[in-house]
């Protein structure tokens, strides 16, 4: 089993804009992140300690600005806290391992899916390809990349 965990190297390893997402919790601007419209199959992990958190067959348009999922790959790596900052109340997301800031859960995506919208950071994020998850050790998520028709 691997062990997914923040490290020092990791942290190290990130661009000024990953660093103030994940490790101050920041946000970027809508529309500006590399995830928001790709359609590719595969999964997006932690990008400080690779652990998986969503499946782009959780995938959708929301129209927020952000990449948005209705569930996470691995309910277990997605922590949800209380969040009153900027005048509002929200449910923050972290990932459990690597304690990074992902973004926020509401409750207004699909229906047919849940009902909620995780609408996620790409700067938190590190995308997989399906044709790279074997190699990159995700084997285990291969079934939850596509839409089964």
């Known amino acids: 089993m691997t062990e997914y965990r923040k490290s020092e190297e990791a942290i190290a390893r990130l661009n000024p804009e990953q660093y103030r997402v994940t490790q101050e919790n920041g946000t970027e601007r809508p529309w500006s992140g ?35 999922f209705v569930k ?17 109340v929200r449910v923050e997301v972290r990932s459990k391992h690597g304690d990074s800031h992902l973004g926020h859960v509401f409750p207004d995506g ?5 009902g909620l919208r995780y609408c996620i950071n790409s700067a938190s994020l590190r995308f997989i390809p ?19 028709s």
Request: hydrophobic letters at 30%; proline letters at 7%.
């Open 34 to 68: 590399e995830y928001n419209e790709n359609k590719q199959s595969g999964i997006y992990v932690d990008v400080v300690s690779g652990e998986p958190l969503f499946a782009s067959a959780a995938k959708y348009e929301s129209g927020c600005g952000w990449p948005s």
């Open 72 to 88: 996470p790959i691995e309910p277990d790596n997605v922590v949800e806290l209380k969040d009153t900052t900027h005048g509002m």
């Open 110 to 114: 699909p229906r047919e899916a849940g």
């Open 130 to 148: 399906k044709e790279e998850m074997e190699a990159e050790g995700y084997a285990t998520y291969l079934d939850q990349v596509e839409e089964l």
